[in-house]
C-alpha cells in the first residue's frame, strides 16, 4: 500500500534555530508534495505545493526564504524552517499525491515543532 | 476562490446515538471532496472520498457522506457513535494538487 513516514515525529527548537523535517513516500510515485502547518487550535494551513522538476509555489504568508523545500525525487522531500520562533510551533504534515491517483493524498503522521 | 466552511466547531453526541457533521463548500466546477479524522496527538486519516458519482459514499467504520450540489455540502454522517469517534473531523475540498481543509469540527462523545 502507499505509505507516507515524516520524521522526525517531534522536535524541540530554541528560538531563532533552524531544524529539518523530511517527508519518505513508500509504495507509490510521489510527483507533488504539499506542505501543511496546523497551529494550535487551528486547522490546517498550505505552505507550499512542490513538484517534481517544477517550481515550488509558495501560499501567501509563506516564503522560501523561511520555509525552503527539497523535493528531488518521486520518494523524497524535506523543508526547513528557519529562525524558528514561537508562531511556527504546530504540527508540520506532508501530503504526496501519487502519481497514478488524482486528487488523493496520502499524508504522514506528521513532526510536531516545539520552540523554546 | 475554493473555500471549506464547517460551521460546528463542537458537537457532543451519547454513545450510540446517531452523528451528523456538516460541511459546505465553495467551488466553481465540480468539486473532489474529502473527510478526515485526526485522533488526539495524531496527524490525519482519510475517512472517504467523494469522486464525481454516486452522492452517498462510505467510508471507513461506519461513516458515510452525502455530496449535495444544490446545497453546496457533504456531511458526515455516522449511524451509532463509538466512544472511539471521539476526535477532530476535517472537511476537504481537492482543487488540482492540493487540499483546503475547513476549520474543523470537534466530536466529544459522552457515556
Known amino acids: 500500500g502507499a505509505l507516507v513516514y515524516q520524521y522526525p515525529r517531534r522536535t524541540i527548537c530554541k528560538s531563532g534555530t533552524s531544524m529539518r523535517m523530511e517527508c519518505q513516500a513508500v509504495?507509490?510515485?510521489?510527483?507533488?508534495v504539499a506542505w501543511y502547518r496546523q497551529s494550535p487550535q487551528k486547522t490546517f494551513e498550505l505552505i507550499a505545493l512542490?513538484?517534481?522538476?517544477?517550481?515550488?509555489?509558495?501560499e501567501q504568508n509563506f516564503t522560501q526564504e523561511k520555509f525552503p523545500i527539497s523535493h528531488p525525487n518521486l520518494s523524497f522531500s524535506s523543508m526547513t524552517v528557519l529562525n524558528a520562533y514561537l508562531e511556527d510551533r504546530g504540527l508540520y504534515l506532508c501530503?504526496?499525491?501519487?502519481?497514478?491517483?488524482?486528487?488523493?493524498?496520502?499524508f504522514g503522521s506528521g513532526t510536531r515543532l516545539t520552540v523554546l | 476562490a475554493q473555500s471549506v466552511t464547517q460551521p460546528d466547531a463542537r458537537v457532543t453526541v451519547s454513545e450510540g446515538a446517531s452523528l451528523q457533521l456538516r460541511c459546505k463548500y465553495s467551488?466553481?466546477?465540480?468539486?473532489?471532496l474529502f473527510w478526515y479524522v485526526q485522533y488526539p496527538r495524531q496527524g490525519l486519516q482519510l475517512l472517504l472520498k467523494y469522486y464525481p458519482g454516486d452522492p452517498v459514499v462510505q467510508g471507513v467504520n461506519g461513516f458515510e457522506a452525502e455530496f449535495s450540489k444544490s446545497n453546496s455540502s457533504f456531511h458526515l454522517r455516522k449511524a451509532s457513535v463509538h466512544w472511539s469517534d471521539w476526535a477532530v473531523y476535517f472537511c476537504?475540498?481537492?482543487?488540482?494538487?492540493?487540499?483546503?481543509f475547513g476549520s474543523g469540527t470537534k466530536l466529544t462523545v459522552e457515556p
Open positions: 512542490s513538484t517534481v522538476n517544477s517550481a515550488i509555489k509558495y
Open positions: 501530503g504526496a499525491r501519487d502519481r497514478g491517483r488524482a486528487e488523493t493524498l496520502y
Open positions: 467551488y466553481f466546477g465540480t468539486p473532489y
Open positions: 509504495g507509490f510515485q510521489a510527483t507533488s
Open positions: 476537504a475540498l481537492s482543487n488540482y494538487n492540493v487540499l483546503y
